[in-house]
């Protein structure tokens, strides 16, 4: 119970903080979605792209620890019984053989992208996938929205921004952001910290520039 409890608890928190804070420094993708019409049953909505998207370049939970009960062989290493194999979701989806240009948030890769199960797995994969993967991805696809009509999300210019990482990864320390009336009036801010070690923000003169030339 406890692990259910934690594990629901703080990987959602950090996903949705992850989510919200890629919106919040890509305007017009965070414009997109607060306009975009119901799903498509092809497509999919923008929303669901931009999580699984943020699940990809931002994982929250960053590795996983199995134990080997029998004698085996792994990409030509030979593992003993008993030996502990830790995998990183993280190093996964930022594999460029997987993704193309891997530290770029792009929602619309998944238009056309259909990785393995063991290449995209922010829930893990196998018998021991997470039981709470589809609660999970419903809880973001109703939280975000449900933030977004109401809020605009603005980021402190100058904010650092770094990962602090056990299991789940989660932004270390505060993250000061003003909570504003919804005028779909977004824009990105400069941030700096580790943050970008982990993916590729715009230029905030490139989303200035990309959004007057939208209104025009």
Same mark, same amino acid.
């Given at each position: 119970?406890? $692990? ?5 608890? /703080? $990987? ?12 919040? /420094?890509?305007?017009? @993708?965070?414009? #997109? ?6 799903? #498509? ?23 996983? @620890? ?5 004698? $085996?062989?792994?990409?030509? %290493? ?19 053989? %997987? ?8 929602? #619309? ?37 449900? @933030? ?13 921004? #770094? ?18 009336? /919804? ?12 943050? %970008? ?9 490139? $989303? ?9």
């Amino acid at each position: 119970m406890q $692990t259910l409890l934690n594990a629901s608890y /703080q $990987t959602t928190a950090a996903g949705l903080t992850w989510t919200l804070l890629l919106l919040a /420094q890509h305007p017009n @993708i965070a414009g #997109d979605v607060l306009a975009q019409a119901p799903s #498509d049953p092809e497509r999919g909505s923008l929303l669901e792209r931009v999580v699984k998207e943020s699940l990809r370049v931002l994982p929250p939970v960053v590795f996983v @620890i199995r134990r080997s009960v029998r004698a $085996t062989k792994l990409a030509g %290493h030979d593992i003993r019984e008993g030996t502990v194999v830790v995998l990183s979701q993280y190093v996964t989806h930022h594999m460029a053989v %997987h993704f193309p240009e891997p530290e770029r948030f792009d929602p #619309d890769r998944w238009l056309v992208q259909k990785p393995s199960p063991f290449a995209y797995l922010p829930f893990g994969a196998g018998a021991r996938m997470c039981m709470g993967a589809m609660f999970s991805m419903q809880l973001f696809q109703l939280a975000a929205p449900a @933030i977004l009509r109401r809020f605009r999300l603005e980021l402190t210019a100058g904010t650092r921004v #770094d990962r602090h990482s056990s299991l789940t990864m989660g932004v270390k320390g505060s993250l000061p952001v003003m909570l504003l009336p /919804q005028d779909g009036r977004f824009s990105a801010v400069p941030l700096t910290g580790n943050i %970008h070690e982990m993916v590729r923000l715009p230029k905030v003169s490139e $989303t200035v520039g990309r959004l007057a030339a939208k209104a025009a």
